[in-house]
């Protein structure tokens, strides 16, 4: 019997006293040829597939594919990935949760045990989205929106905590400690990974995905994850493998150093401004060149948080000298640090001064040439300079303020604080926040916000009365360094008073404005900004009455509060006045290279070791949520925020066999492009939608509605928002936005969900059909969740996004792709027809599927589709009805 490659690599390494066991991509180099010009973050790749090799979900044709990437710097081929753990953020995570729980319901059910549904893979889930700023400008506004958030999310806690006793492998980290990136750069993160196995100790590479789309910055510590959705985290979570492309490598290389006075926001806002000029949607980028050996972890954290900005999968740096000291600073174990080192050089993932992989294609920047920017006023890639700010406000084409009827509007309002009158203009920086994210992970961009800070008030400058200011840093650590720098009562004195770990402005928790300046922004349809050290400045994110959003370093946020309007040109217009009267200029009180560095000098180990010590253990509030110590949760039949989920309803434990899809009615006929964000509820639950019904009549009032968001763990909301986007054309209701559809035969218009429903009472199969690339955009569970609960039981498209096709299968829908020149168009659909798809039980992997169609007067024709189930799993998936099913089955099985 022939040696696989997997048995063939394994290896043994001695690093001090301790023997590590691997798979090394050395032993196989003789058989399949050099990997040593292959990026470094395809060698990760490339390690997965060996150690995972069984001949069936891995073969060794694609770990030749892989290593033959280097000829062409390109291939063709989908890989099954195996992430080493799974990282959830607390909105994304709970529908995870949910499942997990009500697959041992379905497991109890029908016989089994059930302390067999457990994570396979570890999973950290960090309560971090759920705090916003109500509260803010003083000293208590922490624990007053402390108070608040456990409050308004009692349920989702009490089910987050009996989590926590319930499952092996699942550790949550309570809210008021830190946003999900930050601490798992700060602490999770292990760039190489090690487990016992039998008598054995094996490392391999720290991977992972995470419910987050900026997931990416763990890849300024060589530690390769990106985003996915829900379902694809749950099946890592289970041990099922991520389906992926072998991707494109972009190399980025980096020389030189940021000049004295420029950060490393203005560095990232370049980054970003030339990579999506490039082109890197679907591939990763991977960082090279000399110029990293002077830059910071921090900074490479920053742009690697930035990949879903500039549009790739991650934006990977490989494991360093720069790695290491950040290890030692974070107070990551001495032998775990050591084993990174051996572990980086033995296995070619370490870099090495000049190294020169082979790319895709490549970019270069000289980061001396880097200058002082924003990005704004409504995309993260379109970057300032810091100048050319006024201009960019006045002229922007999105805006209406260059326009004369619009010119110098201003509005008079009451000051709640000092009783004045005050005059809000057109371009007031009315939201002044150094939010949880892209910055802060990062001491020297903090550090240089508090010595501004510092300066200004000993001049006497203040905050413009209008300037809603906040600090909301990423990890409690942020407070000890600030604090032991003498920098807090300067940020406190300027209103940056903290108001809580997590993230808050960039994803539109920022907040309610003080009344009177609402109003004023109102009467006058001002036309305000934000200026945040966030990741994102989308149209409508930060507060529905802000119309300009601006991303900007921590410094330059401090300094937008001090000068109180956009359209002031801070590099030579000052930002106020001194006590005297005399003009304070930007450049006056701009930290100098060497106060930064005297400052984050006095960033120690021991305030990582403080505050991780029991980062586990959360506030007293948090502690005293009393949970059920029952293997099954206690669901609460009046709780609107976590439902016991109808998935495993009717579940046996064999499948049945794949019956045909007789009758099927069409639910939506749609266009090109229709994005998971069409699909997926979102945002605001409206008080007369199917949710918001269903809602008041569970009693909850208007003003208590929360977000899609904060209810994803409750099925009966979001299946009621599925197809419920404002913007969505249901061409089978021609001229009308929103989610409304015909039924038929009555040919009655209603909302989707409302027909969905009368559908399955009538026990009608449905159907939607739709153009090219269905189920584009971020990856979202509920974009397949919604429509499975909702009925659907097929979508014909011309193309489909990616990871949405996966996404059906895992929830047991079948895609299908019309043939080349065939569409909803040249059919002429009009959504009254009815749909059988045929010989179902014969279903293979990118089989021709025959779907007939009967026209409303009787006229039928058959078309052949392309079954999108392109693999094996996925047609194991499919089979069970989806892959939980799947999961719970083999775990009877067990």
Known sequence: MSVTLREQSQDTLQVNQHQYHYFSLAKVEPQLGSVERLPKSLKVLLENLLRWQDGVSVTAEDIQALVAWQQQAHADREIAYRPARVLMQDFTGVPAVVDLAAMREAVQRLGGDVAKVNPLSPVDQVIDHSVTVDRFGNEDAFEQNVQLEMSRNHERYVFLRWGQRAFDQFRVVPPGTGICHQVNLEYLGKAIWQQQVGDKTWAWPDTLVGTDSHTTMINGLGVLGWGVGGIEAEAAMLGQPVSMLI?????????GKLRAGITATD????????????????????????????????DRATIANMAPEYGATCGFFPIDEVTLSYMTLT???????????????????????????????????????????LAGPKRPQDRVALADVPQAFVASTELEVNLPEHADKSVNYQDEQSGETVTLEDGAVVISAITSCTNTSNPSVLMAAGLLAQKAVELGLQRKPWVKASLAPGSKVVSDYLAHAGLTPYLDELGFNLVGYGCTTCIGNSGPLPDAIEAAIRSGDLTVGAVLSGNRNFEGRIHPLVKTNWLASPPLVVAYALAGN?????????????????????????????EIAAAVAQVDVSMFHKEYAEVFDGTPEWQQIKVSEA????????????????????????????????????????????????????????????????????????????????????HEVMMRGTFANIRIRNEMVPGVEGGYTRHYPSGEQLAIYDAAMLYQAEG?????????EYGSGSSRDWAAKGPRLQGVRVVIAESFERIHRSNLIGMGILPLEFPEGVNRKSLGLTGEEQIDVLNLSQLSPGAAVAVEITYPHGERRTVTT???????????????????????RNMLKS
């Not at 560095?267 to 002077?294: C, I, P, S, W």
């Not at 392309?866 to 719970?888: S, W």
Request: with cysteine; charged share 25%; net charge negative.
């Open 247 to 255: 991707p494109d490598v972009v190399g980025f290389k980096l020389t």
């Open 267 to 298: 560095l990232v806002l370049t980054v970003t401004q030339m990579l999506r000029k490039h082109g890197v949607v679907g591939k990763f980028v991977e960082f090279y060149g000399d110029g990293l050996a002077d830059l910071p972890l921090a």
């Open 331 to 373: 107070g990551r174990d001495s032998d775990q640090i050591a084993m990174v080192e051996a572990y980086a050089q033995a296995q070619g993932m370490w870099r090495h001064p000049g190294d020169e992989p082979v790319f895709t294609s490549t970019l270069a920047l000289d980061m001396n040439s880097v200058e002082s920017s």
């Open 566 to 594: 956009m359209k002031i040109n801070l590099e030579s217009e000052p930002l106020g006045t001194d006590r005297h009267g005399k003009p304070v200029f930007l450049k006056q009180i701009w930290p100098s290279p060497e």
């Open 631 to 714: 293997a099954t949760y206690d669901w609460d039949e009046d709780s609107t925020y976590i439902r016991l989920s109808p998935f495993f309803d009717g579940m046996e434990a064999e499948p049945a066999p794949v019956q045909d899809i007789k009758g099927a009615r069409l639910l939506a006929l749609l266009g090109d492009s229709v994005t998971t964000d069409h699909i997926s509820p979102a945002g605001s639950i409206k008080a007369d939608s199917p949710a918001g019904r269903y809602l008041q009549q569970h009693g909850v009032a208007r003003e208590d509605f929360n977000s899609y968001g904060s209810r994803r763990g409750n």
């Open 764 to 772: 009608t199969p449905l159907a939607v059909v739709a153009g090219k």
């Open 866 to 888: 392309r079954c999108r189930i392109d693999t094996g799993n996925e047609l194991d998936y499919y089979r069970n009805d989806g892959i939980l099913h799947y999961v719970i």
